[in-house]
């Protein structure tokens, strides 16, 4: 068998480190970035929404929401039907790093699908959403407590 997960993990956190080393003039630190970008797109998120586009425990999630929030990035409102409910939104400073992140982004896509036909940057699209797909069965399912029988 490839060894396609590790393949996938080299680039994932190559990647990473690239992001943290050229966003920490912003003091968006491990990873940060991922939540912010996600905020951006998606003003008025719950937590748990964020947690299951970024993949993380709710623990992770919290200390960086509570970092970015001291940090002036993010910001918590109430709902209005519901005051249990915090809703997510990007302030001015993080909507300001937005598109910053999102150069970066482009840029590492180019990079990474240097030489790639359209047809090819397609196929690896959809096959990376499969794979994606099937390990959030089994992420989702480890989520909930349940161990995994291999």
């Known amino acids: 068998m490839k060894e ?8 994932a956190r190559a990647l990473d480190s ?14 940060q ?6 905020i951006c797109e998606n003003p008025g998120m719950i937590q748990e929404q964020l947690i299951d586009l970024i993949k993380v425990d709710r623990s992770t999630a ?6 970015m929030e001291a940090n002036g ?3 918590k409102k109430d709902d209005p039907g519901n005051k249990k409910i915090k809703k997510l939104f990007p302030t001015d400073k ?4 937005y598109p910053f992140i999102k150069r970066e982004n482009d840029h590492s896509n180019k990079v990474a699908l240097d030489g790639f036909s359209e047809l090819e940057e397609e196929m690896a699209f959809e096959l990376l959403q499969r794979i994606r797909k099937n390990i959030e069965t089994d ?9 995994r029988d291999y």
């Open 73 to 75: 990035f993010i910001e």
């Open 33 to 38: 970035y991922l939540y912010l970008v996600r």
């Open 94 to 97: 993080g909507n300001a790093v």
């Open 139 to 147: 992420w989702d399912f480890v989520k909930k407590g349940n161990k």
């Open 4 to 11: 396609i997960l590790r393949e996938i993990g080299m680039i």
């Open 18 to 31: 690239i992001s943290n080393i050229e966003f920490k003039e912003f003091d968006l630190t491990k990873g």
């Open 62 to 67: 919290t200390r960086a929401i509570q970092k």
